[in-house]
Each structure stands twice: as structure tokens, then as C-alpha cells.
């Protein structure tokens, strides 16, 4: 068996430094190209990223993280897990992922506590696993063909069965591992990557007898590759010693968010993630020389933490940023670097952050009165009717206002004309609104090119990008600000929108703001200071925020907090410290509001039911929490929720626009285990990537669902 190499990355972006594949994919969605256009930008692509970690002098090149979609639907693909009811559509991987016009699209959360969205394998009794492995295979001959020997990344068969909720078809799925292994050392390939992220989480002993059975088997296979095992995002833990008592020859550790292995691997190869694939800082050299040195095993491979798949391509894309904070950062490109010069013993480095004071001390905020108190209070005056509408905040980004903003931005646009074009499309959403009969309205947001940097372009102590855009899910992209300093709102933000959207309807219309936690989690933050203190010096620039729209006239406010599950600590232990925190600055940022203001918040695509006593928590008046997408799963746990709650009835990630009777049928689930009193009709999440003639023919049908439920209330 070949050695493995001195230096690798455990994956890389595949969107493509100017969001190439983003192009390619919505194209082919909309018709405008065929597959073989897509799949030869997907061929582009992977030649640049291995010709490029050549260049930079990688050794250990991987293949197969590349995905049209998802590495997590790719997997299902490649064991068949394929559910029957998509096998007959035209284009059955993109059905799964987007659903048609007739069927829904698979259940989409977040990859572990990162702002990635995979697609949740769907493994039923009828399930029957099946290899087709020409993927890996295709792109280990591909890259083959351009003179690089690669090695092949496949999630692996304990984290992809955990994922599914079905461990228990663990024997079948491991005989498919062994026929894609078998394929691959016939195919020449020395090493094969199975990454294991949920081994960093807390398993239960039945779980690591499951890890313990699977690389014992596949390891004692005769024909095979060398095994590396890639952990990630934290501690393997008690796996650690399962692991290494298995004929694995590797084992992958991330030593950014996980401490050295205490255990001697003698007889292993530990590859060693000391390069961060989860901020944008450069690594400070003698952490990671000390991480490497104090590793007890036969060898050690310098690596990244995890998939580089988390941060943007080239630092040196960006020429508006500040020297000065340019200098502190490494993108894709730079860590792949930062890689091969701590392998080959280069010392010279930047430090990570530089030195800051401590965070002052937050001063006590004040209380909002009890529910019932404010619910009276908010229920005389906005007299809403039974099963109010309302939407979570976004709508469509038309073509023609992106162009808007960008020669605005620009300064070929000039401000005023920008601001009349932002007036004219607020006031086209607020009389749809108003023409399909929703009760309480929204501006539509057209000011706003992100929900994360939008609030960072007006805030201090962050920075954005001109290029920085990371892959969210799909061809959906970000550009996650860069919070490198103390936090402050030098000014309102917006007040203007909201008390203009309001001057122009009766109806109640929501001032939207992103809150705190998400504001963090969605940017790339400084690490010289606790993660509760940053979060804090959010909180009370939010609150600010809040106070001036209250101040405005604006009735109610929503403070929206997808991330908070995606920020819950893997293992159980530190979970309770972080929600205790996390639901304080969320009470901190809405606590200057008045009884008569009633506060929204919103949770998206992120298993939110395990953790509904924190959201509960939270005190706001209403929570809009999606729950079309994941089949309703959310109504299993909300019994005991005592405030408004909008469990989602339609799934806006999906170009499918559902029916009336679709609509009605999760109205009657949900009031069979709430009252209607309490209940809220509203969208999974913004509908900002839909389009109008989508996003006006789904409204009308989730109206015309609520008027029959009323008329029978």
C-alpha cells in the first residue's frame, strides 16, 4: 500500500470562483441549456481546482467532492436510494432536490452546525441498495486524463445511515461500500476517502458497535484502497479508540475545533486538520507546528479541518478590502497553501487576529410585560382575523432590480433614482399583497441583497466582499461578511422602508431585521473574543434597530433566527451553555420593545423540534417555523407552545407551485394539535429565489386554503 501524502485538503468549492456552476445550474432549470452544457461547465470546474491545488504544490489531491447539487444526494444516487415516486421524472437527481410541478422535493436541513443544506436521504422498508459508482470512478479517470492522481471522498456508510435515520440497514449498505471499494483498487485507486462527521456528535453505544462493525468488515477486505477515515467539526471522542482498533490505515482529526488525540495511533497515519476550513483567518503557525508535533502516531499528514467547501476561492479577488484586514485572511486558494507550507516545514505565517481589548461588559436590558399582557394589547390593535396570512419577510429579486443595486453601488445609477426604483417595487408587493388578500403585509425587501449583509454594510466592525460568495445549497450562494471588530449601528437602518411600506396600506405591515445569532453565524467572525460577547455586541445594535421602528409606527417586528439550531454544539455537554446565552441575546435585542408591538421570529430548514423549548424560550409573540418541506415533522412537538406559531404550508425552495387543497390539508394537521387562536398561515421561508408568476399563483392558493378553514371556523 502506497504511502499517503505529505499534505491534502479534505475537499474544495465547486461553485467556481464567479459563480460558474450557479449559471450552469439555472440555465438547465429553466430550459435555456441542455445537460451536456452543465455537465461540461461541472467538467471545467474540476479541472481548474485540480490543476490549481497542483500548482500550489498539494500532494494529495481529492476527487469526487465536486456535486451538482449535494455530496449527500450524490451518495444516495451512488447506493440507490433512490425513492420509486422519482424514478419516472425526466430528470429523477433534480426532482429530489427541487421537486417537480407534481411532486415534492426530498427534506432539506443543515450540514451539522454549519450553513450548509444537504438533502436528507429518504430510506424506507422498500428501500433496496444498489451500486452504481460511475461518478467516483468517472471523476478518478478524469482527472487521470489531465495527468492527476486523485483520491475519491464518499460520505460514509455510518454518517450517511444516521443521516437517514436508518442504521439498521447497515449490512446491506456496507456490501455496497465493498463493491465501490473493489472498483476503485481495480481502477488503481491507492486511497479512498469516507468521511464521517457524525462520529463528532454523541453516540450511543449501539451507534459506535456500528463503527466498529463497518471498518472492521471493509478493512478486512482484500481488495481494496488504503482507508482514510476523515472526521470533522469537532472531537472524534469515544469513536477515536473504536476507529483506531479497526484495520483503517488513516484517520482524519480536526485539530482547529478539536483537541490532539490523547491516545498513541502508532501503526496509523493521522491526518492532521490544523488549517481551519471553517473562518477566513490565517493560520497562526505556531499552534498548528505545536498541534503536529504533540500528535503520537507513525505518520502525520498536514491537512485542512474539513471540506474548504466553507469558504470562498482567492483572498486576491477582493481589491476593495482593507490592506490591513486583507492581510489577515486566507480564502480556499491561501489555506490550500497555508497546507503545503506547514508540510514542508515553512514557518512563516501571519497571526490570526490581532490583539483587541476586551468586549465591554453588556448592561442589563429590560423586560417586555407577559404574553397575555401583550397579546391583549397587540390583539386590540392590529384586530386581526382567525388564521391571520403573512409571509416571512422577502420577495422576488427581479433581474432588473439586482442591476439596480449593482449600478447604484457603482455610481452609475444616481442614489435618488436607485431609492424611487426601491419605492416603485416596494409599493408592487404591498398591492399584491393586498390583492390576494393577505393580513399582515411585508415590503418585499428589495433594498436588500442579503439578509446577513445587508445589516453588515450598515453596521461597524464588519467588512464585506466583492467575491467571497460560498454555497448555501444548490446554486444558492452567500457572501458571509467578514466581523472583525467591535460591533455598533453608527445609524437607523431600516426605518425608511418600513414606514413607507406602511404609509401605503391600512394593513399591518412587519419590520424585518435578522437577529443576532444568525447576524454571527452567517458571517466569517473574529475569534480574539467569545463567540457570547460578539454575539452580544450584535444584540444590542438589533435592539437599537427595534426601538426606531416602534418608535416609527411600525406594529410589528420580526427578528428572525434560522441559525439557531445551526449553531447548537455537537456534543449534548456544551448545549445548554449555548442556548442559555443564545436565547438571552435574542430577549436582549427585541426587550426595548413595548406591550403593543408585537415581535415575529422565523426558523428555517434546520431541525428546529429539537430544540423548541429554547425557540419557546425565546418569548416572541409569533414563531414562523418551516414545516412543508419536512412533511409537517415540526407538529410532532409543538403541543405544548403557548404563543402564535406559523408552522410553514408551503415549500418556497421548490419551483412547484402547490395546490389549494395541498395547502388545506397541512392547515387541518396543524389545527388538530393547535388552536386555531394561536395558529398563523405563512410560507417555509422568504420567497426571495422565486419568481412573481410563482410566487402570486401559490399565495392565491394558500388564501383560498385559509378562507375555507375560516368559513368553517
Given amino acids: 500500500m502506497s504511502v499517503f501524502p505529505q499534505s491534502t485538503v479534505l475537499g474544495y468549492p465547486r461553485i467556481g470562483p464567479r459563480r460558474e456552476l450557479k449559471r450552469a445550474l439555472e440555465s438547465y432549470w429553466d430550459g435555456r441549456s441542455g445537460r451536456a452544457e452543465l455537465e461540461r461547465t461541472g467538467a471545467e470546474l474540476r ?20 456535486s451538482l447539487y449535494d455530496q449527500v444526494l450524490d451518495t444516495a444516487v451512488m447506493l440507490g436510494a433512490v425513492p420509486e415516486r422519482y424514478r419516472a421524472a425526466e430528470d429523477p437527481y433534480f426532482a429530489m432536490a427541487r421537486g417537480t410541478e407534481g411532486l415534492a422535493p426530498l427534506r432539506m436541513t443543515k450540514w451539522f452546525d454549519t450553513n450548509y443544506h444537504y438533502i436528507v ?44 435515520s436508518a442504521l439498521d440497514r447497515l449490512e446491506e449498505v456496507l456490501g455496497c461500500y465493498a463493491e465501490l471499494l473493489a472498483a476503485l483498487a481495480a481502477e488503481g485507486v491507492a486511497w479512498v476517502q469516507l468521511d464521517e462527521p457524525a462520529l463528532v456528535a454523541d453516540r450511543t453505544p449501539e451507534e459506535l458497535a456500528a463503527v466498529r462493525d463497518a471498518y472492521e468488515r471493509l478493512g478486512a477486505l482484500s ?83 474539513c471540506s474548504l467547501l466553507h469558504v470562498p476561492y482567492d483572498v486576491e479577488a477582493e481589491s476593495g478590502l482593507d490592506p490591513a484586514l486583507k492581510e489577515r485572511l486566507a480564502f ?32 442589563a436590558a429590560e423586560g417586555r410585560g407577559p404574553y397575555a399582557v401583550r397579546a391583549a394589547a397587540q390583539g386590540d390593535r392590529l384586530r386581526l382575523p382567525p388564521l391571520p396570512i403573512t409571509t416571512i419577510g422577502s420577495f422576488p429579486q427581479t433581474g432588473e432590480l439586482r442591476a439596480a443595486r449593482a449600478a447604484a453601488a457603482a455610481g452609475t445609477l444616481p442614489q435618488q433614482d436607485y431609492e424611487r426604483r426601491v419605492e416603485a417595487e416596494i409599493e408592487r408587493v404591498i398591492r399584491l399583497q393586498e390583492r390576494l388578500g393577505l393580513d399582515v403585509l411585508v415590503h418585499g425587501e428589495p433594498e436588500r441583497n442579503d439578509m446577513v449583509q445587508y445589516f453588515a454594510e450598515h453596521l461597524d466592525g464588519f467588512a464585506v466582499t466583492a467575491n467571497g460568495w460560498v454555497q448555501s445549497y444548490g446554486s444558492r450562494c452567500t457572501r458571509p461578511p467578514l466581523l472583525y471588530g467591535d460591533v455598533s449601528r453608527p445609524a437607523p437602518i431600516t426605518v425608511r422602508w418600513a414606514r413607507y411600506a406602511q404609509s401605503l396600506t391600512d394593513k399591518p405591515v412587519k419590520g424585518m431585521l435578522t437577529g443576532p445569532v444568525t447576524i454571527v453565524a452567517w458571517s466569517f467572525v473574529r475569534d480574539d473574543l467569545p463567540l457570547r460577547d460578539v454575539v452580544f455586541q450584535v444584540a444590542d445594535a438589533v435592539r437599537e434597530e427595534v426601538r ?3 418608535a416609527a409606527g411600525v406594529p410589528i417586528v420580526q427578528v428572525d433566527e434560522p441559525a439557531l439550531r445551526e449553531l447548537l454544539p455537537l456534543r449534548r455537554a456544551a448545549q445548554g451553555g449555548y442556548l442559555e446565552w443564545a436565547v438571552a441575546a435574542y430577549r436582549r435585542a427585541t426587550s426595548g420593545a413595548g406591550d403593543r408591538t408585537q415581535i415575529h421570529t422565523h426558523l428555517c430548514y434546520s431541525d428546529a423540534d429539537e430544540i423548541l423549548a429554547a425557540i419557546d424560550a425565546l418569548d416572541a409573540d409569533v414563531t414562523t417555523i418551516e414545516s412543508a418541506r419536512s412533511g409537517a415533522r415540526i407538529l410532532g412537538a409543538v403541543d405544548a407552545f403557548e404563543r402564535g406559531l406559523g408552522p410553514g404550508v408551503y415549500d418556497i425552495h421548490s419551483p412547484r407551485v402547490p ?48 378562507r375555507r378553514l375560516r368559513a368553517e371556523l
Fill in 47 to 66: 479541472a481548474r481546482t485540480w490543476r490549481r491545488l497542483a500548482e500550489l504544490g498539494l500532494e494529495g489531491l481529492p476527487s469526487n467532492t465536486f
Fill in 121 to 164: 436521504p429518504e430510506i424506507g422498508p422498500r428501500t433496496v441498495f444498489k451500486l452504481d459508482a460511475g461518478k467516483p470512478l468517472g471523476e478518478v479517470r478524469e482527472a487521470r486524463a489531465l495527468g492527476f492522481e486523485t483520491r475519491p471522498v464518499v460520505v460514509g456508510p455510518v454518517t450517511f445511515l444516521l443521516l437517514g
Fill in 223 to 305: 481488495e481494496r484502497p488504503g482507508l482514510f477515515v476523515a472526521s470533522y467539526f469537532g472531537d472524534l471522542g469515544e469513536a477515536l479508540p473504536v476507529l483506531a482498533a479497526t484495520p483503517v490505515e488513516a484517520l482524519g482529526v480536526d485539530l482547529v475545533r478539536g483537541g490532539v488525540p490523547e491516545i498513541d495511533l502508532t501503526g496509523k497515519t493521522v491526518v492532521a486538520g490544523v488549517v481551519s476550513g471553517r473562518d477566513v483567518w490565517r493560520t497562526p503557525p505556531e499552534r498548528a507546528l505545536a498541534a503536529l508535533g504533540a500528535i503520537r502516531a507513525s505518520r502525520v499528514t498536514v491537512s485542512t479541518s
Fill in 332 to 363: 480556499a486558494e491561501q489555506k490550500a497553501a497555508e497546507v503545503v507550507a506547514l508540510a514542508r516545514g515553512d514557518v512563516r505565517g501571519v497571526p490570526v487576529s490581532l490583539p483587541s481589548e476586551a468586549a465591554p461588559a453588556p448592561v
Fill in 548 to 550: 426606531d421602528l416602534e
Fill in 659 to 706: 395546490s389549494a387543497e395541498e395547502v388545506e390539508d397541512l392547515l387541518r394537521r396543524t389545527l388538530r394539535v393547535l388552536p386555531a387562536e394561536r395558529v398563523w398561515i405563512n410560507p417555509d421561508c422568504g420567497l426571495k429565489t422565486r419568481t412573481y408568476e410563482q410566487v402570486e399563483a401559490s399565495l392565491a392558493n394558500v388564501v383560498a386554503a385559509t
